[in-house]
């Protein structure tokens, strides 16, 4: 694998973007080879488990939007729903009994992954090629070794006494007592046994076989109710994506658990206050006004998103005109950091983007959620474990209350862009709680002319936790040193902290873009963000 990347691509037939450029590679090498943009975004997808387990692993959840191929949705675009239900046998009550908050580490939190399922489906409806072929690289990799990126280096060295304390991340990642270093060797091979296995057996060998079956049993001694019946239980939703038009682009995303609404929320209302003021500015004097949008929207997100089996949220209303203006309104009037009243831990994640000469894109993003998951990985199979079940709220009134065999909100939330009916971008980001804040900056920077490049690495400010556990309106914005003086004070002038970080630092996320450039004339273009390790490629 070569260490060298390049932010941005243009000029390809078929185009791809994601945070690690081992990734990004694995993805060029099966779209020169005549595979599609699915099979490229498997590819990157699983490379990813092995390089960046710090963001995602075998053991997370998937969700993605495909567009451009096959039938049976609204308008050809369809929402892969990969994540997991919490165990059917948890005691919510005995939980709350114990604990304030849901737990965010060890077995608790742990719902059963999704990420294995929403690859089968995947390279089942959509692929060209088997899953085996889009996991051989990975699992290459993971028995030959990878050097440790800047990105995991830093991440390691934050989280070594949380890692340290599990014995199957202590002999991967803390060997003789030191966690391992930028450009040191990480090698998996009980993680490239477990690839072998679903590429022999596909899905199966995770919800049916031993490679579920181990992780229950480590699961059960951990204290979870997790059993194998659950992983044989699991399943994948495929539906229709929800949409929101911003300047003339509709914008493509998941509604259902994922947050996918609520940055269509944002979207809505800020086109109402574009139509009024003109191109938006989120680095300048429009911040405040940005900032109270989605301080809305995040509030609203807190208030409603859940597993819609149990709570449906009120779709029809959350995107009507009516809202979007009153949100729009209350955002211009100056007392922007309070919500309206209503009408009637940094986040890990890992964004993979493609699109090829055949017109399909894909929009793939897989997680653990926090920072290595739950800080559990099974020595047996080698998979590190999520804790997405951390999402869920203890008070049994909320829609997102813990309940077995539900599932809990979901920050997940792939992105497609149409415009004049045709697929013209698809879009991925990092962020955890504030990913609708990063898609946001990105959507209003290409809106105003911005390349994409510059879309993906301008100054970022994001609004509250990025993690669960903290309510993301919470009034402090965090912003990269560079953020200009005048948006800083656009958003102190709504009443807004500003506390500020280092510049291109990921705690206010990372994005991966891919484009078609001038109406299509000068093909694909593509860019990733430089806070993560990523490559955008195209050819």
Same mark, same amino acid.
């Given at each position: 694998?070569?260490?060298?990347?390049?932010?941005?691509a243009?000029?390809?037939?078929?185009?791809?973007?994601?945070?690690?450029?081992?990734?990004?590679?694995?993805?060029?090498?099966?779209?020169?080879?005549?595979?599609?943009a699915?099979?490229?975004?498997?590819?990157?997808a699983?490379?990813l488990?092995?390089?960046?387990?710090?963001?995602?692993a075998?053991?997370?959840?998937?969700?993605?939007?495909?567009?451009?191929?096959?039938?049976?949705a609204?308008?050809?675009?369809?929402?892969?729903?990969?994540?997991?239900?919490?165990?059917?046998?948890?005691d919510?009550?005995?939980?709350?009994?114990?604990?304030d908050?849901?737990?965010?580490?060890?077995?608790l939190?742990?719902?059963?992954?999704?990420?294995?399922?929403?690859?089968?489906?995947?390279?089942?409806?959509?692929?060209?090629?088997?899953?085996?072929?889009?996991?051989?690289?990975?699992?290459?990799?993971?028995?030959?070794?990878?050097?440790?990126?800047p990105?995991?280096?830093?991440?390691?060295?934050?989280?070594?006494?949380?890692?340290?304390?599990?014995?199957?991340?202590?002999?991967?990642?803390?060997?003789?007592?030191?966690?391992?270093?930028?450009?040191?060797?990480?090698?998996?091979?009980?993680?490239?046994?477990?690839?072998?296995?679903?590429?022999?057996?596909?899905?199966?060998?995770?919800?049916s076989?031993?490679?579920?079956?181990?992780?229950?049993?480590?699961?059960?001694?951990?204290?979870?109710?997790?059993?194998?019946?659950?992983?044989?239980?699991?399943?994948v939703?495929?539906?229709?994506?929800?949409?929101?038009?911003?300047?003339?682009?509709?914008?493509?995303?998941?509604?259902?658990?994922?947050?996918?609404?609520?940055?269509?929320?944002?979207?809505r209302?800020?086109?109402?206050?574009?139509?009024?003021?003109?191109p938006?500015?989120?680095?300048?004097?429009?911040?405040?006004?940005?900032?109270?949008?989605?301080?809305?929207?995040?509030?609203?997100?807190?208030?409603?998103?859940?597993?819609?089996?149990?709570?449906?949220?009120?779709?029809?209303?959350?995107l009507?005109?009516?809202?979007?203006?009153?949100?729009?309104?209350?955002?211009?009037?100056?007392?922007?950091?309070?919500?309206?009243?209503?009408?009637?831990?940094?986040?890990?994640?890992?964004?993979?983007?493609?699109?090829?000469?055949?017109?399909?894109?894909?929009?793939?993003?897989?997680?653990?959620?926090?920072?290595?998951?739950?800080?559990?990985?099974?020595?047996a199979?080698?998979?590190?474990?999520?804790?997405?079940?951390?999402?869920?709220?203890?008070?049994?009134?909320?829609?997102?209350?813990?309940?077995?065999?539900?599932?809990?909100?979901? *920050?997940?939330? =792939?992105?497609? %862009?149409?415009?004049?009916? !045709?697929?013209?971008? &698809?879009? #991925? +980001?990092?962020?955890?709680r @504030?990913?609708?804040?990063?898609?946001?900056?990105?959507?209003?920077?290409?809106?105003?002319?911005?390349?994409?490049?510059?879309? *993906?690495?301008? =100054?970022?400010? %994001?609004?509250?936790?990025? !993690?669960?556990?903290? &309510?993301? #309106? +919470?009034?402090?914005?965090? @912003?990269?040193?560079?953020?200009?003086?005048a948006?800083?004070?656009?958003?102190?002038?709504?009443?807004f902290?500003?506390?500020?970080?280092?510049?291109?630092?990921?705690?206010?996320?990372?994005?991966?873009?891919?484009?078609?450039?001038?109406?299509?004339?000068?093909?694909?273009?593509?860019?990733?963000?430089?806070?993560?390790?990523?490559?955008?490629?195209a050819?």
């Amino acid at each position: 694998m070569r260490t060298d990347r390049q932010l941005s691509a243009a000029g390809g037939a078929w185009a791809v973007a994601t945070p690690h450029a081992a990734a990004s590679d694995a993805a060029a090498d099966v779209l020169r080879s005549g595979g599609n943009a699915v099979d490229a975004a498997l590819a990157a997808a699983a490379m990813l488990t092995v390089v960046y387990p710090n963001q995602c692993a075998v053991g997370g959840d998937l969700l993605a939007l495909v567009g451009g191929a096959g039938d049976g949705a609204v308008g050809g675009v369809h929402f892969v729903n990969a994540s997991g239900r919490a165990p059917r046998a948890i005691d919510a009550g005995s939980l709350a009994a114990h604990h304030d908050v849901m737990p965010v580490t060890g077995a608790l939190p742990v719902t059963v992954p999704g990420v294995v399922a929403g690859w089968g489906t995947l390279a089942e409806d959509w692929g060209t090629r088997p899953l085996a072929a889009a996991l051989a690289p990975a699992e290459a990799a993971a028995r030959e070794g990878v050097a440790v990126a800047p990105g995991l280096a830093r991440d390691l060295a934050r989280e070594q006494r949380g890692l340290a304390r599990d014995p199957g991340l202590r002999a991967l990642l803390v060997p003789d007592g030191a966690v391992l270093t930028e450009g040191q060797t990480l090698r998996q091979r009980a993680l490239a046994d477990t690839l072998a296995l679903i590429g022999e057996h596909g899905p199966a060998a995770m919800y049916s076989g031993e490679i579920g079956a181990s992780l229950v049993r480590l699961l059960a001694q951990q204290g979870s109710s997790m059993t194998e019946a659950d992983f044989a239980g699991h399943s994948v939703e495929v539906s229709a994506a929800s949409s929101a038009e911003y300047d003339g682009a509709e914008y493509l995303s998941s509604a259902g658990n994922s947050q996918g609404l609520y940055f269509l929320m944002a979207l809505r209302a800020l086109d109402v206050v574009r139509a009024a003021r003109g191109p938006l500015d989120p680095l300048g004097r429009d911040a405040g006004i940005v900032a109270s949008v989605l301080n809305q929207v995040a509030v609203d997100r807190d208030r409603y998103c859940a597993d819609p089996e149990w709570t449906p949220a009120p779709v029809d209303l959350l995107l009507s005109d009516a809202y979007a203006q009153r949100i729009a309104e209350h955002a211009t009037s100056g007392a922007a950091n309070q919500p309206v009243e209503q009408p009637a831990a940094r986040g890990d994640t890992v964004a993979v983007v493609a699109a090829d000469s055949s017109g399909t894109w894909v929009s793939l993003i897989q997680s653990v959620f926090h920072c290595f998951g739950a800080m559990l990985l099974d020595p047996a199979t080698g998979i590190l474990l999520h804790n997405r079940g951390a999402s869920f709220t203890l008070d049994p009134t909320a829609p997102n209350a813990l309940v077995g065999g539900k599932r809990p909100l979901h *920050t997940l939330m =792939p992105v497609l %862009v149409r415009e004049a009916g !045709e697929l013209t971008g &698809a879009h #991925g +980001a990092m962020g955890g709680r @504030a990913q609708p804040q990063v898609h946001t900056h990105m959507a209003l920077q290409l809106a105003a002319g911005a390349s994409l490049g510059h879309a *993906t690495s301008a =100054p970022r400010w %994001v609004l509250g936790s990025m !993690e669960a556990g903290v &309510a993301a #309106g +919470a009034g402090t914005i965090t @912003a990269e040193r560079d953020v200009p003086d005048a948006a800083v004070d656009a958003i102190e002038r709504a009443g807004f902290g500003v506390g500020k970080i280092d510049v291109s630092d990921d705690g206010v996320g990372h994005g991966q873009l891919v484009r078609r450039a001038n109406g299509g004339r000068a093909g694909l273009v593509a860019a990733t963000d430089p806070r993560a390790d990523g490559s955008a490629v195209a050819g």
